[in-house]
């Protein structure tokens, strides 16, 4: 039972590439999302998802796109990175979006952005 | 404006002496409050809440504490242990909120000197 998985750890890229930050869960959670932590900030909502074929924003959701396919699979996806987006993404789960289910992160992808 | 304050960036204790760590909230409305713990490279972990009924919830060595009047709570661990050494972070959510509304102070990274 792994959990949340996150992958990759690390990333660098430059201004203006894509990439996709993968976060997969094997305990059938519903509800998926994804944060970001910057130094001296707290956990930041990008987007979130209370089910599969289902998203929605948060907080901070410009530069990022994200999809929900599967129950299992929650991708986040940068569209043309910006030095603004360097920081460090969790990915969170919990079995509702009840906010007395407590959130499960995964480890992190720390990206940084040149 | 930060609806949720985590005043003090850093603390440190004696092992075995009581570490208190503050919170301070400005929405009257929050109702639910969570704290979660994380260390280096991890991602947080989910640690002890509280509904707005209480003033007081207890599991093993953490006890948290509300002050509805003061917008104020606080996380009690005693005895501390060098284990109990990472970030704390506080959340706060309204009661129409979900998961998606939860707001998060910036974290006290607590250090237990043996």
């Known amino acids: 039972n792994a959990g949340v998985t996150q992958t990759p750890k690390f990333q660098v890229l430059k201004t203006g590439q894509s990439m996709t930050l993968q976060c997969a869960q094997d305990m059938n959670h519903e509800y998926m999302s994804w944060y970001r932590q910057d130094p001296g900030m707290g956990l930041r909502l990008i987007h979130y998802?209370?089910?599969?074929?289902?998203?929605d924003q948060g907080e901070v959701p410009n530069g990022y796109n994200v999809s929900r396919s599967t129950t299992e699979d929650f991708p986040l996806r940068l569209l043309s990175a910006a030095p603004s987006q360097t920081s460090v993404y969790f990915c969170a789960t919990a079995p509702d979006s009840a906010v007395n289910s407590p959130l499960h992160f995964g480890n992190g992808t720390r990206l940084t952005v040149t | 404006d930060q609806q949720v304050k985590q005043n003090s960036p850093s603390l440190s204790v004696q092992e075995g002496r009581i570490s208190i760590l503050n919170c301070d909230y400005t929405?009257?409305?929050?109702?639910?409050f969570l704290w979660y713990k994380k260390y280096p490279a991890e991602g947080p972990t989910f640690l002890i809440s509280?509904?707005?009924?209480?003033d007081k919830n207890e599991d093993g060595r953490f006890t948290v504490f509300l002050n509805k009047s003061a917008k104020h709570l606080s996380l009690h661990i005693v005895p501390s242990q060098p284990g109990d050494s990472a970030v704390y972070f506080c959340a706060a959510s309204t009661p129409l909120g979900g998961s998606e509304k939860l707001v998060f102070g910036k974290g006290t990274k607590l250090t237990v000197n043996p």
């Open positions: 509280i509904s707005s009924i209480k």
């Open positions: 998802s209370v089910g599969a074929g289902i998203t």
């Open positions: 929405n009257s409305m929050f109702d639910y």
